[in-house]
């Protein structure tokens, strides 16, 4: 329902690449959910809190269309199936040199989208003062539905009836049932629909990071047209379920408490300014 195109600036203005969206008039025409002026709104509400989201620079009303900066980079999506052994270079391991790439780039998406949450929440307020923001609430085979919808092509394989049996397949998501008892009590901003093609990884020099893994690399999130307030379990659903990443119950349970411990630290922090500044 939206192109998405780069584009420049009068470089005697503005010297930096941008990017326009476009939305379909006839979609959003009497709408204000997957809307223009719903996704400006959101990235305004994002713009002072230090988030890894698009900077907005201009909203043209009259086209449907938001001017944000250029990201540079690919999707998590285009880095993992991109991510091949002639890539990676010369290594003694490039299986396993691979592998690494690919949970690092996980590792600190997930640690970004912890943070993410946490300033949504902690903020959340000013953005229903701000206008309208639509609930979201899972019901109770939210998490059984997200994981067959990402899982079933690639699960086939087990030549296991995932849709007859609910029981094995309950234990293989039970990490998410936790993870929302934990956080029932709380609602914050949450994304929507934050698949991989929806989370970028800035530009990287490849070497530079062969001679250091542990380097955080720049994660930016984009397409906010369908922000909610809602738990934020279900933005993780989203990420960790995609058959990219061929999670099981360790590697789930592992990103899990890193976003835990993330969104923790980040709750903490704020907690700590506000009395600072009180």
């Not at 086209?63 to 944000?68: C, K, R």
Request: aromatic share 10%; hydrophobic share 35%.
């Amino acid at each position: 329902y939206k192109i998405s195109v780069p584009c420049k600036k009068n470089e005697k203005k503005v010297d930096k690449e941008l990017f326009l969206k476009i939305f379909d008039k006839n979609r959003v025409k009497g709408a204000f959910f997957k809307s223009d002026t719903y996704e400006a709104r959101i990235l305004r509400f994002y713009s002072p809190l230090q988030c890894p989201v698009p900077t907005l620079i201009d909203h043209r009303r009259d086209d449907n269309a938001l001017i944000m900066n250029y990201v540079h980079g690919d999707t998590l999506e285009e880095k993992i199936i991109g991510l091949k052994t002639k890539d990676i270079g010369k290594v003694e391991n490039p299986e396993e040199t691979r592998k690494q790439f690919i949970t690092r780039y996980l590792e600190h998406s997930v640690r970004a989208l912890a943070s993410l949450h946490a300033k949504g929440s902690h903020n959340v307020q000013m953005l229903e003062e701000d206008g309208k923001l639509l609930l979201f609430v899972p019901d109770k085979n939210y998490y059984l539905k997200r994981f067959l919808r990402y899982s079933k092509n690639i699960l086939q394989e087990s030549k296991k009836d995932f849709e007859a049996d609910r029981e094995f397949t309950s234990k293989l998501i039970e990490p998410f049932y936790i993870i929302d008892a934990i956080l029932q009590k709380g609602s914050s901003v949450i994304h929507g629909d934050l698949h991989p093609s929806n989370i970028i990884i800035v530009k990287e020099d490849v070497k530079q990071q062969l001679e250091g893994l542990s380097a955080a690399p720049k994660i930016t999130f984009v397409d906010f047209d369908r922000v909610q307030k809602g738990k934020d379990v279900s933005d993780l659903v989203d990420m960790l379920c995609h058959p990219l990443f061929e999670m099981d119950d360790h590697k789930t349970n592992r990103f899990i408490e890193k976003y835990l411990d993330q969104r923790e630290k980040t709750a903490s922090e704020l907690h700590k300014d506000d009395k600072d500044y009180g």
